[in-house]
């Protein structure tokens, strides 16, 4: 069936590093996904969103990055500060732009 | 930007009694709208999916008749969680479509439902 996933459930970095943040999805005929972060006790918050058609896309410190051989996608964040420490969350589009959810990511961020 | 609310946004109510949640686009008209829940520590499932005028098309495995939903206006969309039980009890969050820009997802804040 359909689904979309995240390879690390946790991961922690220090202040001023660069984040990577993965997740594998299974269906091939997607083609648009997007990221999320969430916050604590908060609603999905867009972070950046990628079509099919594209395998790279970059935004304000955030690049997304997708592998459509291996149904593969990745959230680069550059220079990573606390307050981006949340849970990521990659989604894909399905029919009547349904989103499907991964397991999400939480990153911590270290001082 | 698009901003979409719910009402309330934290609810405690007694086993066996129903719960109104709200949600709300507050500077767009949304064509569609959809009704996500989210256990603790897990991931955003998303149980149904609301249109203004018609009625809604809920994912498989949800309930209608527990999860009643109604789209009432192009801003406004409820989910009232009929005869509550403990296992009720989660975290609701809705989205809605800006019909003008037809892509545009946004979130609302959730709705935090704890049932005694």
């Known amino acids: 069936g359909e689904s979309v996933g995240l390879h690390l459930p946790t991961l922690s970095v220090q202040e001023g590093d660069n984040s990577i943040i993965n997740c594998a999805y299974s269906?091939?005929?997607?083609?648009?996904f997007i990221w999320y972060k969430q916050e604590s006790g908060k609603g999905p918050q867009f972070i950046i969103d990628?079509?099919?058609?594209?395998d790279k896309r970059q935004g304000q410190r955030v690049t997304v990055l997708l592998n459509k051989t291996v149904k593969h996608l990745s959230l680069q964040i550059a220079a990573t500060q606390p307050g981006d420490s949340a849970v990521y969350f990659c989604a894909e589009e399905t029919s009547g732009s349904r989103l499907t959810f991964g397991e999400g990511t939480q990153l911590t961020v270290n001082p | 930007g698009a901003v979409v609310s719910q009402h309330p946004s934290r609810v405690i109510c007694k086993s066996g009694t129903s719960v109104k949640i709200e949600c709300r686009s507050l500077?767009?008209?949304?064509?569609?709208m959809f009704w996500y829940r989210q256990f603790p520590k897990k991931s955003l499932m998303l149980m149904a999916t609301?249109?203004?005028?018609?009625?809604?098309?809920?994912e498989q495995g949800v309930e209608k008749d527990k999860f009643l939903i109604n789209h009432a206006s192009l801003t406004l969309s409820t989910l009232t969680v009929t005869s509550a039980h403990p296992e009720d009890s989660s975290f609701y969050i809705c989205?809605?479509?800006?019909?003008?820009?037809?892509?545009?997802?946004?979130f609302g804040p959730g709705t935090r439902l704890t049932v005694l």
């Open positions: 269906n091939s005929a997607s083609d648009y």
């Open positions: 609301s249109n203004e005028g018609s009625k809604a098309t809920y």
């Open positions: 990628i079509r099919s058609n594209m």
């Open positions: 500077d767009f008209q949304a064509t569609t």
């Open positions: 989205s809605a479509i800006d019909r003008a820009t037809y892509n545009e997802q946004f």
